[in-house]
Nanobody, 126 residues
């Protein structure tokens, strides 16, 4: 069956860095656009970064632009998100998700994603 398993979250101080990973299995990873999303308590889920199937195109939310890097290794069926200069407002549950094809709801919309992971918690203290 399809599985997306996130890892790499944790508690860090402001200014620190984390590298999140998402291990995918049970579907053709390289054929799916992949995204990272996050949801803070009391807030709606928001798109953080999206990457095309081959990795050549990446898209970022303004809130993480310049601090985050999304990448993928199709040979390892793994998605990554490296976050630097972390801020307390980055505190959230981070999810990876897979979508087949172009997203008509918008590049960073969480609508229409076929598969989701269970999430990994990131907590940034000031």
């Amino acid at each position: 069956q399809v599985q997306l398993v996130e890892s790499g979250g944790g508690s860090v101080q402001a200014g620190g860095s984390l590298r999140l990973s998402c291990a995918a299995s049970g579907y053709s990873f390289s054929s799916y656009r992949m995204g990272w999303f996050r949801q803070a308590p009391g807030k709606e889920r928001e798109g953080v970064a999206v990457i095309s199937t081959g990795g050549a195109s990446t898209y970022y939310a303004d809130s993480v632009k310049g601090r985050g890097t999304i990448s993928r290794d199709n040979a390892k069926n793994t998605l990554y998100l490296e976050m630097n200069s972390l801020r307390p407002e980055d505190t959230a549950m981070y999810y990876c998700a897979a979508r087949s094809g172009y997203n008509p709801y918008g590049i960073l919309s969480d609508r229409g994603y076929n598969y989701w992971g269970q999430g990994t918690q990131v907590t940034v203290s000031s």
